[in-house]
Nanobody
Framework: QVQVVESGGGLVQAGGSLRLSCAASGRTFTRYGMGWFRQAPGKEREFVATASWNAVSIYVANSMKGRFTISRDNAKNTVYLQMNSLKLEDSANYYC??????????????????WGQGTQVTVSA
């Protein structure tokens, strides 16, 4: 199995940027597709972005396209989420996840096999 640990969250003003990182350890990183989800208080967890094992297939949720970018560095066993033009409604706990389904675009929680503990992002006015 693989373990994933998120980092990079914090407090940022609206309009600012943050880059989240997710470091993976355990099994070979290229055996997994990677994704980001988020969950705000009182809301369901929602899909943010996903990248296939070789980053050829990348998909970002429509509401975040143009602001969020997912990338991965397989040499560093790390996936990133670059978040620009942050809005108040982007405040949430952001989770990194790994899936063994490496040949498909995975946007559902149930597609993912391993999850991190999350990193909090708070956007202030």
């Amino acid at each position: 199995q693989v373990q994933v640990v998120e980092s990079g969250g914090g407090l940022v003003q609206a309009g600012g940027s943050l880059r989240l990182s997710c470091a993976a350890s355990g099994r070979t990183f290229t055996r997994y597709g990677m994704g980001w989800f988020r969950q705000a208080p009182g809301k369901e967890r929602e899909f943010v972005a996903t990248a296939s094992w070789n980053a050829v297939s990348i998909y970002v949720a429509n509401s975040m396209k143009g602001r969020f970018t997912i990338s991965r560095d397989n040499a560093k066993n790390t996936v990133y989420l670059q978040m620009n033009s942050l809005k108040l409604e982007d405040s949430a706990n952001y989770y990194c996840a790994a899936t063994k389904n490496i040949y498909t675009v995975n946007i559902r929680e149930s597609d993912y096999d391993y999850w991190g503990q999350g990193t909090q992002v708070t956007v202030s006015a």
